[in-house]
């Protein structure tokens, strides 16, 4: 018997392991270039976020028919991987259909739940493909999605599609032979899993003994190739929330929605200001940092990396769009395309880290103008359904309102009728030109 | 309207030795705007029936700086924010009550990271209190029967998760509860969140107030509840867009329970 196959298959998941790692580690770095947030406080609540959230996909069953084919989609996609385990132990040596003796009934049981969760999947990814292209869901069919995020969407379904084909030629091919006498594995009889038992004589049981052999090595290679292409692929796509969803729930803000940071920096400085004891002529402390902080955000290295893995998670499936009051009303914003520009831009300087031997060399570009204009980020009402949709734990909201900071203290840029508010506020204590003397007038008002 | 409403002030307060139960924040609608202040009063009017212990800032109030905060002034903020602060816990506040979810959200989840740390509820919160201890008793006078749909205020509800005070209080006065298609975590801005109020929108095809107004009308109601000045306002230019102005009125929960007493 030759070895050959096992050197193939061993070279494939090295390379395919390999390049992954490599592109993982990438990610990691572009997450690392945020600003440092803490989010190591209550890891209980954290780890029951994730369960909940990523795992049992609570935000998704807001919406019960898409959660029901996602959900099929999720657990033949978690449940394949017994199968895929089995591939790779028969691939490295040389084995057939390893865990069947030991398991015994139970393989049975396992292999045909995994072809019935495929069966499911197969008719998940099929419904979704005709609601993204031929219902054309508003939602999916947005300006911002039109071009390689279109294309990337319906990529990864038709991955879908063929990894199950994938599945039943092998274990339909096998069944056949199996009834023969003829498989891999010793013996005559039938598999009996449920699906490829009937599905497998009714489509493959006229074919000649050699074609069955090479469909079922075509299928279980097949199988493993898709595996691997599809993993490497998940770096170029929004697809990575298979991965990310469970860091990111875990790392997600688990204060109330309504509850926005204090930026650190300027409590420094307003306690300054209001401290009659500080001397405006002291020289700086001596450990003081050497650049005055940046207030709020006009590029990625601005945002904190939570923002940024949160970017890496975005799926694009624009729950918080269709939800957003602005957008609703025809407004330029949408929370989805803010996620989907942060995660370009990170990109963009990533790249540009590569090409420089690791250090950003600036490229005249930012995330504030270059992505994002300012329109969309004053069209902003701040409501959270945003971040109540996602189905992730995902806040457009911080960054929008990051961005706003930076453009209100770095640039004086605020729409005019807010500078005016912002006057008002500052001289009589109030958004209106109202004196604060008059604040107890309604009182003795009729 | 009766005339007299009893609103002490913390420094009359302090001046007598006494510490009030709680502090009634009023805000800036509340102080200045001529439909909240009638807000303002009605809930004066509840506190005064249930002879709640309360005072007022009067003028020692200032903006909590929420508009400013959520249009990027950080600053702005945090010097608003650390001046009422100060104030506050030189009078040694334990207590806040609001009608306005903007000054709720920012004191109770803003304020104690800069050192004014107080128990904050919405005045929809409190009254459902004053009722649950006997303190305040609701009868449904001319609201009885009467189709009333709330609409959750942003920084009460999903900001906050209170959702069933206000909804508790128009149950009692055995009004007809109908909720919109968007309600609770679900619920649509009125459009003057995130210092939208101050500014005109962005270019878009139609006013977020009357996507919102839509959803109310669509329950057929007699009355649309606020809990919220802005949401009032937008609620209500909402229905005039719609000239629906003659037939459905937009009030403040507190109003609802003043009006049903005759207060």
Known sequence: MSILPNIMFAVILIAGGGYFAMNLKKIIRNIKLGQDVNRSDNPSARWKNMALVAFGQKKMFARPVPAILHFALYTAFVITQIELLEILIDGLFGTHRFFKPSLGGFYTFLISFIELLSVLALTATVLFLSRRNLLKLPRLNMKELMGWPMKD????????????????????????????????????????????????????????????????????????????????????????????????????????????????????????????????????????????????????????????????????????????????????????????????????????????????????????????????????????????????????????????????????????ELNNMMTNIENNGAPWQYNQMDRLNWKDEA | ???????????????????????????????????????????????????VSFAVLGTEESCTGDPAKRAGNEFLFQMQAMTNIEVMNAYEIKKIVTACPHCFNTIKNEYPELGGKYEVVHHTEFLKSLLDSGRLSIEGGQFKGKRITFHDPCYLGRANNVYEAPRDLIKKLDAELVEMKRSKKNGLCCGAGGAQMFKEPEKGNKDINVERTEDALETRPEIIAAGCPFCNTMLTDGVKFKEKEGSIKVMDVAELIANAQDL
């Open chain 1, 153 to 416: 969407a319906n990529l990864i379904l038709i991955m879908e599609i063929i990894l199950v084909c994938c599945i039943f030629t092998m274990n339909g091919t096998d069944e056949v032979l199996y009834n023969i006498g003829k498989s891999h594995f010793e013996g005559q009889g039938s598999f009996g899993f449920t699906v490829s038992q009937h599905l497998g004589p009714a489509l493959f049981g006229n074919l000649s003994e050699g074609t069955l052999h090479v469909l079922e090595r075509a299928g279980w290679w097949g199988h493993f190739i898709m595996v691997m292409a599809f993993l490497n692929y998940l770096y170029f796509s929004k697809h990575l929330h298979i991965i990310f969803a469970f860091p990111n729930t875990y790392f997600a803000n688990l204060n109330p929605q309504g509850q926005f940071d204090n930026l650190q920096s300027v409590t420094n400085e307003v306690k300054l200001m209001m401290d009659p004891n500080a001397d405006p002529f002291a020289a700086p402390a001596p450990d003081a940092d050497a650049t005055p902080a940046k207030f709020g955000a006009s590029d990625v290295q601005d945002l904190n990396w939570v923002q940024l893995l949160n970017a890496y998670t975005c799926t694009e499936c624009g729950r918080c769009t269709s939800s957003c009051p602005a957008n609703q009303t025809g407004k330029k914003l949408s929370p989805r395309k803010i996620m989907m520009d942060t995660r370009d831009r990170l990109e963009e300087v990533g790249r540009n880290i590569d090409a420089n031997k690791g250090v950003f060399v600036p490229d005249g570009k930012s995330l504030l103008n270059d992505y994002i204009t300012p329109e969309e980020l004053w069209a902003c009402t701040s409501c959270n359904a945003c971040v109540e949709e996602c189905p992730v734990n995902i806040s457009p909201l911080s960054i929008i309102m990051d961005m706003r900071r930076y453009l209100v203290m770095e640039q004086s840029a605020a729409p005019v």
């Open chain 2, 1 to 51: 309207m009766s005339a007299n409403l009893t609103v002490p002030t913390m420094a009359e307060m302090m001046a007598q030795g006494k510490q009030p139960e709680v502090l009634f924040w009023v805000g800036c609608s509340g102080s200045f705007d001529d439909r909240a202040k009638k807000i303002t009063k009605a809930f004066v009017k509840l506190l005064n029936q249930a002879n």
